[in-house]
Protein backbone atom coordinates (compact mmCIF):
# COMPACT_ATOMS: atom_id res chain seq x y z
CA UNK A 1 0.00 0.00 0.00
CA UNK A 2 1.30 3.26 -1.39
CA UNK A 3 1.51 5.99 1.79
CA UNK A 4 0.87 9.62 0.26
CA UNK A 5 2.29 12.80 2.16
CA UNK A 6 1.23 16.21 0.92
CA UNK A 7 4.20 19.10 0.20
CA UNK A 8 2.63 22.42 -0.16
CA UNK A 9 4.29 24.93 -2.43
CA UNK A 10 3.68 28.35 -2.35
CA UNK A 11 4.72 30.48 -5.34
CA UNK A 12 4.27 34.03 -5.86
CA UNK A 13 3.97 35.82 -9.71
CA UNK A 14 7.35 35.31 -10.73
CA UNK A 15 8.58 32.32 -8.99
CA UNK A 16 7.62 29.65 -12.43
CA UNK A 17 11.21 28.35 -12.31
CA UNK A 18 11.06 28.08 -8.90
CA UNK A 19 7.77 26.05 -9.11
CA UNK A 20 9.39 24.28 -11.32
CA UNK A 21 12.48 22.99 -9.23
CA UNK A 22 9.85 21.97 -6.77
CA UNK A 23 7.54 20.18 -9.06
CA UNK A 24 10.63 18.34 -10.58
CA UNK A 25 11.95 17.57 -6.99
CA UNK A 26 8.90 15.51 -6.10
CA UNK A 27 8.87 14.06 -9.04
CA UNK A 28 12.21 12.28 -8.49
CA UNK A 29 11.69 11.76 -4.90
CA UNK A 30 8.59 9.69 -6.46
CA UNK A 31 11.27 7.68 -7.73
CA UNK A 32 10.19 3.92 -6.30
CA UNK A 33 14.33 3.40 -5.51
CA UNK A 34 14.31 6.80 -2.76
CA UNK A 35 10.66 6.50 -0.68
CA UNK A 36 9.31 3.13 -1.43
CA UNK A 37 5.96 2.35 -0.58
CA UNK A 38 5.49 6.93 -0.07
CA UNK A 39 4.54 8.95 -2.76
CA UNK A 40 4.34 12.63 -2.79
CA UNK A 41 1.85 14.96 -3.92
CA UNK A 42 2.26 18.45 -4.55
CA UNK A 43 -0.54 21.17 -3.51
CA UNK A 44 0.28 23.88 -4.68
CA UNK A 45 -1.01 28.05 -4.41
CA UNK A 46 -0.13 30.77 -6.43
CA UNK A 47 0.11 34.45 -4.66
CA UNK A 48 1.02 37.56 -5.37
CA UNK A 49 4.34 39.10 -4.41
CA UNK A 50 4.65 40.63 -1.49
CA UNK A 51 0.77 40.25 -0.36
CA UNK A 52 1.36 38.56 3.13
CA UNK A 53 -2.79 38.61 4.22
CA UNK A 54 -3.13 36.24 0.74
CA UNK A 55 0.13 34.68 2.15
CA UNK A 56 -1.47 34.29 5.23
CA UNK A 57 -4.63 32.97 3.72
CA UNK A 58 -3.32 30.33 1.29
CA UNK A 59 -0.68 28.75 3.79
CA UNK A 60 -4.23 27.98 5.83
CA UNK A 61 -5.60 26.44 2.95
CA UNK A 62 -2.77 24.26 3.01
CA UNK A 63 -2.64 23.20 6.29
CA UNK A 64 -6.50 22.67 5.94
CA UNK A 65 -5.33 20.13 2.91
CA UNK A 66 -3.71 18.17 4.70
CA UNK A 67 0.33 19.07 4.30
CA UNK A 68 2.93 17.60 5.86
CA UNK A 69 4.91 20.60 5.09
CA UNK A 70 5.46 23.88 3.38
CA UNK A 71 8.03 25.47 0.78
CA UNK A 72 7.86 29.18 -0.05
CA UNK A 73 6.93 32.04 -0.55
CA UNK A 74 10.46 33.89 -1.56
CA UNK A 75 9.52 37.35 -0.59
CA UNK A 76 10.43 38.58 2.64
CA UNK A 77 7.32 40.36 3.78
CA UNK A 78 5.13 36.93 2.68
CA UNK A 79 7.46 34.29 3.95
CA UNK A 80 7.57 35.50 7.96
CA UNK A 81 3.97 35.44 7.76
CA UNK A 82 4.19 31.77 6.61
CA UNK A 83 7.07 30.64 8.59
CA UNK A 84 5.28 32.50 11.69
CA UNK A 85 2.26 29.90 11.11
CA UNK A 86 3.75 26.84 10.40
CA UNK A 87 5.85 27.85 14.05
CA UNK A 88 3.03 27.86 15.89
CA UNK A 89 0.86 24.49 14.28
CA UNK A 90 4.86 22.95 14.51
CA UNK A 91 4.57 22.23 10.17
CA UNK A 92 8.01 21.98 8.77
CA UNK A 93 8.35 24.95 6.71
CA UNK A 94 10.96 25.19 3.65
CA UNK A 95 12.07 28.26 2.42
CA UNK A 96 15.21 29.36 -0.24
CA UNK A 97 15.36 32.85 -0.23
CA UNK A 98 18.40 35.27 0.03
CA UNK A 99 18.34 36.36 3.59
CA UNK A 100 21.53 38.96 4.68
CA UNK A 101 20.07 39.43 8.96
CA UNK A 102 20.87 37.32 11.24
CA UNK A 103 17.45 36.39 12.61
CA UNK A 104 17.61 33.47 15.31
CA UNK A 105 16.84 30.22 14.01
CA UNK A 106 13.40 29.10 13.93
CA UNK A 107 12.29 25.52 15.52
CA UNK A 108 10.70 24.16 12.43
CA UNK A 109 11.69 26.64 9.60
CA UNK A 110 15.18 26.19 7.37
CA UNK A 111 16.53 28.59 4.99
CA UNK A 112 18.23 26.38 2.25
CA UNK A 113 19.69 29.33 0.39
CA UNK A 114 23.17 29.67 1.47
CA UNK A 115 24.39 31.91 4.14
CA UNK A 116 25.81 35.29 2.38
CA UNK A 117 29.07 34.63 4.57
CA UNK A 118 29.32 31.04 3.07
CA UNK A 119 28.69 31.95 -0.13
CA UNK A 120 30.95 35.04 0.34
CA UNK A 121 33.70 32.80 1.18
CA UNK A 122 32.60 30.25 -1.64
CA UNK A 123 33.35 32.77 -3.87
CA UNK A 124 36.62 34.14 -2.40
CA UNK A 125 37.90 30.47 -2.22
CA UNK A 126 36.71 29.89 -6.21
CA UNK A 127 38.62 32.91 -7.65
CA UNK A 128 41.80 31.86 -5.68
CA UNK A 129 41.57 28.23 -6.50
CA UNK A 130 40.93 29.36 -10.30
CA UNK A 131 44.01 31.86 -9.39
CA UNK A 132 42.00 34.95 -11.48
CA UNK A 133 44.60 37.67 -12.17
CA UNK A 134 41.01 40.07 -12.81
CA UNK A 135 37.19 39.80 -12.48
CA UNK A 136 34.21 41.81 -12.28
CA UNK A 137 30.96 41.86 -9.47
CA UNK A 138 28.35 42.86 -11.13
CA UNK A 139 24.69 43.32 -9.00
CA UNK A 140 21.87 45.01 -9.62
CA UNK A 141 20.87 45.76 -6.14
CA UNK A 142 23.04 47.44 -3.04
CA UNK A 143 22.08 44.94 -0.77
CA UNK A 144 23.84 42.35 -2.95
CA UNK A 145 26.76 43.57 -2.04
CA UNK A 146 27.21 42.16 1.68
CA UNK A 147 27.28 38.66 -0.37
CA UNK A 148 30.76 39.78 -2.20
CA UNK A 149 32.35 41.52 0.88
CA UNK A 150 34.56 38.17 1.66
CA UNK A 151 36.20 39.17 -1.51
CA UNK A 152 36.67 43.06 -0.93
CA UNK A 153 37.73 42.44 2.23
CA UNK A 154 40.50 39.66 1.77
CA UNK A 155 43.89 41.10 1.76
CA UNK A 156 45.36 38.71 -0.51
CA UNK A 157 42.68 39.18 -3.49
CA UNK A 158 43.97 43.31 -3.41
CA UNK A 159 46.45 42.49 -6.01
CA UNK A 160 43.92 41.51 -8.49
CA UNK A 161 42.20 43.65 -10.79
CA UNK A 162 38.78 43.72 -9.56
CA UNK A 163 35.68 46.10 -11.52
CA UNK A 164 32.57 46.63 -9.65
CA UNK A 165 29.41 47.51 -11.25
CA UNK A 166 26.18 48.11 -10.57
CA UNK A 167 23.71 47.58 -13.48
CA UNK A 168 21.15 50.28 -13.64
CA UNK A 169 18.46 49.35 -11.59
CA UNK A 170 15.21 48.32 -13.45
CA UNK A 171 16.37 49.32 -16.77
CA UNK A 172 17.32 45.48 -18.12
CA UNK A 173 20.42 47.44 -19.74
CA UNK A 174 23.17 44.94 -19.10
CA UNK A 175 24.99 45.53 -22.64
CA UNK A 176 27.04 48.62 -21.55
CA UNK A 177 28.57 47.21 -18.75
CA UNK A 178 29.69 43.96 -20.67
CA UNK A 179 31.26 45.98 -23.43
CA UNK A 180 32.88 47.93 -20.81
CA UNK A 181 34.10 44.63 -19.65
CA UNK A 182 35.24 43.14 -22.86
CA UNK A 183 37.00 46.71 -23.36
CA UNK A 184 39.10 45.98 -20.40
CA UNK A 185 39.74 42.35 -21.23
CA UNK A 186 37.58 40.93 -18.13
CA UNK A 187 36.51 37.46 -18.77
CA UNK A 188 35.93 36.58 -15.16
CA UNK A 189 32.44 37.27 -13.76
CA UNK A 190 30.22 37.42 -10.51
Same mark, same amino acid.
Given at each position: ??????????????????????R??????????I !??????????? $? /????D +? @?????R????????????F????????????????????????????????P??????N????? !??L????R??? $? /????? +? @????????????????I??????????????Q????????????????????????
Amino acid at each position: MTHVVKIGGLFENGDESIELAFRDAIEKINDESI !LPNTRLEAVIE $K /LERCD +S @FQASKRVCSLLHDGVAAVFGPQSVETSAHVQSTCDALHVPHMEMRWDFKFDPPSNHSINLFPHP !LALGNAFRDLI $K /LKNWK +S @FAILYEENEALVRMQEILKDPSLREKRIVVRQFPVGSGEYRTTFKELHKLAIKNII
